[in-house]
T-cell receptor, first 115, second 112 residues
């Protein structure tokens, strides 16, 4: 049967535009955050990470912003290309407590880039 | 580059069969993980291991077991496969408790 209410958020952009993908995380004790990209039929691929003592980190064409006050993470992709089309996941990690550094993944956002 | 290799890309098994999914990593990582991924449910942790012969239950361990006899290899076992275990299975590894995970390509398991 249909999984009501379990549709992934989607973002459609034109090639060359900037993309912003958002993620709300749940645990205020999380101290490390990661963005992954997953193309169809493949495993998740690391994009960029950030620790909780930072609020911004830049990579090649990607920037991650962390707002701990509202528990929000975003991934910005500059000059988006068709090859960026994929599902993007955020993940949070709590190295302390009883969870032993267990990563918790978001549901993902589908990014579609139109030529 | 880190390589996490899963032995099979696609598997088809029958209900009640015992199924082994194998995963090998080549970077001497301490921690290894098994996830399953289902549409609309995201990645869910089945089991993880933070050292040889050590294992911890994840969020959905029922119907699964694991084995880590050597540091580089982490096996997921379905003792008696059922149709609700049809899924994409992803293995991952990392250096230590707060490092990023490196994933394998996944095994798409169908249980008929």
């Amino acid at each position: 049967g249909e999984n009501v209410g379990l549709h992934l958020p989607t973002l459609s952009v034109q090639e060359g535009d900037n993309s912003i993908i958002n993620c709300a995380y749940s645990n205020s004790a999380s101290d490390y955050f990661i963005w992954y990209k997953q193309e169809s039929g493949k495993g998740p691929q690391f994009i960029i990470d950030i620790r909780s003592n930072m609020d911004k980190r830049q990579g090649q064409r990607v920037t991650v912003l962390l707002n701990k006050t509202v528990k929000h993470l975003s991934l910005q992709i500059a000059a988006t290309q068709p090859g960026d089309s994929a599902v993007y996941f955020c993940a949070e990690n709590n190295a302390g407590g009883t969870s032993y550094g267990k990563l918790t993944f978001g549901q993902g956002t589908i990014l579609t880039v139109h030529p | 580059d880190v390589k996490v290799t899963q032995s099979s890309r696609y598997l088809v098994k029958r209900t009640g069969e015992k199924v082994f999914l194998e995963c090998v990593q080549d970077m001497d990582h301490e921690n290894m993980f098994w996830y399953r991924q289902d549409p609309g449910l995201g990645l869910r942790l089945i089991y993880f291991s933070y050292d040889v012969k050590m294992k911890e239950k994840g969020d959905i361990p029922e119907g699964y077991s694991v084995s880590r006899e050597k540091k580089e290899r982490f096996s997921l076992i379905l003792e008696s496969a059922s149709t609700n275990q049809t899924s994409m299975y992803l293995c991952a590894s990392r250096w230590d408790i707060d490092g990023k995970l490196f994933f394998g390509s996944g095994t798409q398991l169908s249980v008929l």
